[in-house]
């Protein structure tokens, strides 16, 4: 059984900072696609960022240049960086799983691909 407990979530001003982590318990396996999504209200859940297993890394365009995932495989921990947060960021932050790992063409974008997520972590970013 696969759990990913999300932290770090939080009140910011917008331009600040703050790095979400998503601790993974259970078996993962190295080749699982991992991704942090979000979802404002009244919005679909979207993919924000995703991470192979070799490290190779896929950002949305309105996040690019501003949020960076990484992962440590040793601590089975999926990190989020967000820098210069805006108010258009705010949104609950879910982390999650794909068995099937990632396509040729990159990660999996929608989020029914996604196996294994966890309960959310709240971003709020005020003007």
């Known amino acids: 059984q696969v759990q990913l407990v999300e932290s770090g979530g939080g009140l910011v001003q917008a331009g600040g900072s703050l790095r979400l982590s998503c601790a993974a318990s259970g078996f993962i396996h190295r080749q699982y696609a991992m991704g942090w999504f979000r979802q404002a209200p009244g919005k679909e859940r979207e993919l924000v960022a995703a991470?192979?297993?070799?490290?190779?890394?896929y950002s949305a365009d309105s996040v690019k240049g501003r949020f960076t995932i990484s992962r440590d495989n040793a601590k089975n921990t999926l990190y989020l960086q967000m820098n210069s947060l805006k108010p258009e960021d705010t949104a609950v932050y879910y982390c999650?799983?794909?068995?099937?790992?990632?396509?040729?063409?990159?990660?999996?974008?929608?989020?029914?691909?996604?196996?294994?997520w966890g309960q959310g972590t709240q971003v709020t970013v005020s003007s």
């Open positions: 999650a799983a794909d068995k099937a790992g990632w396509l040729q063409s990159g990660p999996p974008l929608s989020a029914q691909s996604y196996d294994y």
């Open positions: 991470i192979n297993w070799n490290g190779i890394t």
